[in-house]
């Protein structure tokens, strides 16, 4: 099906949301008069038009294999948001075994999970640099999206600079502040205008989604996005003046 509809839109600028199951984007994007689609290996909101493992279709792109990556055109965009569980900025507090779950473990226990918390970071940030490397080799256009609260992996290690840091995601409509980094790949940001007032949106604080569990879990619920910050960032930051992107 994938193959089939990609090969039927070869003059259609269409957007490619990775690791989105929420539609938020997508549907802002599809408001907007862009077609786009989410891709992800969950389906928990019903949005997702691709359930698909994407890391196994990131390490087949690198080993030069078929996968996904080989049905966007250059004049595509790639909107990815990686996974960011193990580089925020609680992690470094989880390989000493100083969170607030870890009290009580013994060093055994402490050692034994950090061990194997240091091979789910390093899995992840391989997967996230060889994401970069089919983009910038395929000459395909993205953008990836992840969070920049501080002390932070990528900011420490990763080799290629954010080209937008979001200090404060309520300044256009959020529901948390949450500074968000954004890098932009075989393409520069947009600078438009937007001149509509805000509409209401409580502000909540990360603290209080981890206290307060939704049926989608806490994770999930910390890190949507409010869909009128998703439709003003693409008309500021990602759309042409022509409207295309």
Known sequence: M????TNERTNERTVHCLFEQSGTFKNEFRKLGIQAYDYDILNDFGQTDYQID??????NAYDGKKSIFDNISENDLIMAFFPCVRFEAKVPL??????YGQKGW???????????LNFEQHELYQLICKMF???IKS?????VENPQTQPNYLTMYFPIRPKIIDKDRTQNGDWYKKPTQYWYINR???SNLVFEPLDYAHVYTIAHAEKHETQRGRKVNRSMIHPQYANRFIRQF????????
């Open 106 to 116: 013994d060093d055994l226990k402490k050692l034994e999970y950090s061990m194997a």
């Open 54 to 59: 994407l890391f196994t279709e990131i390490n």
């Open 133 to 135: 490397i089919v983009a």
């Open 238 to 245: 990602i759309l042409n003046e022509d409207g295309t992107i």
């Open 2 to 5: 994938l193959n089939e509809r």
């Open 139 to 143: 000459k395909l256009k993205m953008i």
């Open 188 to 190: 520069e940001p947009s």
């Open 94 to 99: 989880l390989f000493r075994g100083e969170s």
